[in-house]
């Protein structure tokens, strides 16, 4: 059955959510038409929900145009992220909490961190910053546990116009060399470690590890968090907290650029290397703050919380600079969701009486196989909205997430969005859209979602539809380059479609006009919700010596949404044993991190290669998903025997 087949109920906003609402279904269409037919005039009124130090009199620059792209947003205005996000509430919310940290040991207090305080510690970060050098443009990489600092740093280098680059903590130490070199960070800032289910992440140590292959000029910056030891390099290490405690807490927040970028976050493509997503400040942020209000109808006072972690767009987003642009309450949570038992999540929601909780779905999933006793167990009655976001949901998981956690009474919002277009694109919006399981329903303000015929790039008009995901004109939110390549950025999303931005993704436009993202089209996989391009496997893969070559494709996994699956052919003379399986296994894990590591490794002694050397990788594929049965026509390969020699002995026969 196809996503959007299925004798799918469909769920009307309730009457008495809607009351209290930000937007219902009337005000929704008026407010898209006017987005779509009058953008400068939409925006130009909602870029003002943020403080502008010189306000903008031009609104949107865009071209989509193949050669000339370019993407500017309130261009002449100049305004402080960081200002935004803490300095504009402290007259009148100055004592509410903006940070509730919850440490992963459930033995250790929870934090609450109030604008003031927030104020205070991102000034003596920014000022130990800039007494390391930090000046305005200049890259920091952040490599941190779930912790407040990592919000600090973050709003630190915002305040003071340096570009931050936060790299997930479950990279390894050749995945933050990779990047500190791309971007040519000047500083690096680490913990000591990270503590996630009981276990510990040596940051520091990995940290030493990469910049073993990064200039030597490179500073680290180290919060010392759960006070392990750790080597200590003299005139290269500083103690963070400690210069903190010694700076001081004034640091007057720098007027900048709309079009300054803020960060840099890497994300991986179908080819090469992860690339440097540029995202700008003002209409970055107009954006994140207007959809986190409106997609989570959020309301002053509201606990919101973003299960996602900083080191992903979700995290930059949706804990920290939309809700603090919106003045919230903000959770920022260090643990996992089955530490110390599968109550945890819950556990929280009731304690910190939560209202939006935002999610994956490979979270609903690992919880739904845990059984209902867990949820029924705490008091979810403060929830008013949740939601979904990272792979298409399930409707099963749809279901379930409705059932035992929103008990019926709370909108399920599934919002599509990708590291390139800072916020949501396609979501319902909780007083307004009625929701059908599996879609993410209609685009946001101001987004022009189009399908397109996969090869010949015609636009489909009719209502009903399926192929390529793409979007029609520019959005505030969107990623303005690749750091350092803007042809690749160009090649990348306006290239293979004249004129329209390329998501990558596959889709389904239904009956209603409602859409079904159903997964990449590319080159990219996407497990437990972490985005990874099969290229970088397979080339952490073949820089072992015993390998020779290898494939990697994406194979249907019940709990992480997608499974990597590896192909594998050894160097002549190397012999296949269960040993050199597990010393691939933690190859990986070592070249890129443990997000990457094969869940199965086939030993292939052939691919299956069309006569001019292109591996088939559709037929991997099939093979992968237990579904040859249909592997269509393969007598251009070169030797299709390989076919019958994989099928044999595949390892997915589930
Ligand atoms: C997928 C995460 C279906 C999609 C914010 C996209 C989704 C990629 C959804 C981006 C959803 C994200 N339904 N698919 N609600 N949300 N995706 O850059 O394939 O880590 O292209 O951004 O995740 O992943 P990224």
Redesign the pocket.
């Known amino acids: 059955m196809k996503p959007g087949e299925a004798a799918a109920a469909t769920h009307p906003p309730q009457p008495d959510f809607v009351s209290g609402a930000h937007i219902d279904a009337a005000a929704y269409e008026a407010m898209y038409r006017q987005s779509v037919e009058d953008p400068e005039g939409f925006w130009g009124e909602h870029g003002k929900r943020l403080d502008w130090i010189k306000p903008y009199t031009e609104v949107k620059n865009t071209s989509f145009r193949m050669g000339e792209v370019e993407i500017h947003w309130f261009r002449d205005g100049t305004l402080n992220v960081a200002a935004n996000c803490i300095d504009r509430h402290l007259k009148t919310r100055g004592d509410q909490t903006a940070i509730v940290f919850v440490p992963d040991d459930p033995g250790d207090p929870v934090r609450h961190i109030t604008y003031r305080e927030l104020h205070e510690k991102v000034n003596r970060m920014a000022n130990v910053l800039l007494s390391q050098g930090v000046m305005r443009g200049d890259r920091v990489v952040i490599y941190m546990p779930m912790i407040p600092e990592a919000a600090y740093a973050m709003l630190a280098c915002a305040r003071i116009g340096a570009i931050h680059s936060v790299v997930f903590a479950g990279f390894s130490a050749d995945g933050l060399a990779n990047r500190i070199n791309d971007c040519g960070a000047k500083v690096v800032i680490t913990a000591d470690s990270a503590p996630r289910g009981g276990r510990k992440t040596a940051l520091k140590s990995n940290t030493d590890a990469a910049l073993l292959h990064c200039s030597d000029r490179v500073r680290c910056m180290v919060v010392k968090h759960t006070g392990d030891q750790t080597s200590w390099i003299q005139g290269r290490d500083v103690d963070v907290l400690q210069l903190m405690e010694h700076a001081s807490p004034d640091c007057p927040p720098r007027e900048l650029a709309s079009e300054h970028p803020l960060f840099i976050l890497y ?1 991986s493509g179908s080819t090469g290397k992860p690339k440097g997503v540029v995202h700008s400040s003002g209409g970055y942020l107009a954006y994140a703050a207007m959809t986190h209000e409106y997609t989570f109808d959020y309301h002053e006072g509201d606990v919101f919380w973003c299960t996602a972690d900083v080191g ?3 995290g930059h987003s949706y804990i920290v600079y939309g809700p603090l642009a919106n003045g919230a309450t903000t959770v920022m949570f260090e643990g996992v969701p089955t530490y110390p038992d599968a109550g945890r999540m819950w556990q929280i929601c009731q304690d910190l009486k939560v209202n939006q909780f935002y999610t994956a779905p490979t979270v609903i999933r690992a919880l739904m196989g845990q059984g209902t006793d867990w949820v029924e167990k705490y008091d979810l009655s403060s929830l008013k909205v949740l939601g ?6 399930n409707p099963e998981a749809w279901e379930w997430y409705n059932a035992h956690v929103g008990k019926g009474r709370c909108p399920i919002v ?7 277009t800072g916020g949501h694109l396609l979501t319902p919006l909780p007083g307004a859209t009625a929701t059908k399981p599996g879609s ?1 329903t209609k685009p946001f303000f101001g987004v022009q979602p189009v399908v397109l015929e996969a090869e010949s790039g015609k636009e489909i008009d009719s209502t009903e539809a399926e192929g390529v995901l793409c979007i029609k004109d520019s959005w505030p939110g969107q990623m303005r380059t690749v750091w350092g390549d803007h042809d690749r950025f160009q090649e990348t999303y306006f290239s293979h479609y004249k004129g329209y931005y390329f ?3 596959g889709c389904r436009r239904d009956a209603d006009g409602y859409y079904w ?1 159903t ?2 089209v590319d080159d ?1 996989i ?1 497990v437990s ?3 990874m391009g099969t290229a970088e496997v397979e080339s952490a893969l073949v820089a072992h010596q015993a390998v020779a070559e290898a494939a990697v494709v994406g194979y249907p996994h019940e709990i992480k949404g997608q499974g990597i699956y590896a192909y594998v052919t050894l160097m002549n003379g190397v012999e296949a044993t269960e040993e050199l399986r597990k010393e691939l296994e933690k190859w990986v894990r070592t070249e890129i991190g443990p997000i990457a590591k094969p869940d199965i490794i086939q030993w292939a002694p052939g691919l299956p290669k069309t006569r001019s050397g292109k591996i088939m990788r559709r037929i991997l594929r099939k093979i992968a998903e237990n579904d040859f049965g249909s592997l269509g026509d393969i007598s251009t390969l070169a030797d299709p025997s390989v076919v019958d020699e994989l099928i044999n002995n595949r390892m997915n026969r589930g």
């Open positions: 994300t992903w767009v979700t979904s976001v990272g792979e298409p949901i599934d919002t599509w969005w990708q590291t390139e993410a998501s990558g993704d993202v997964g990449r990219v996407n919700g972490h985005r």
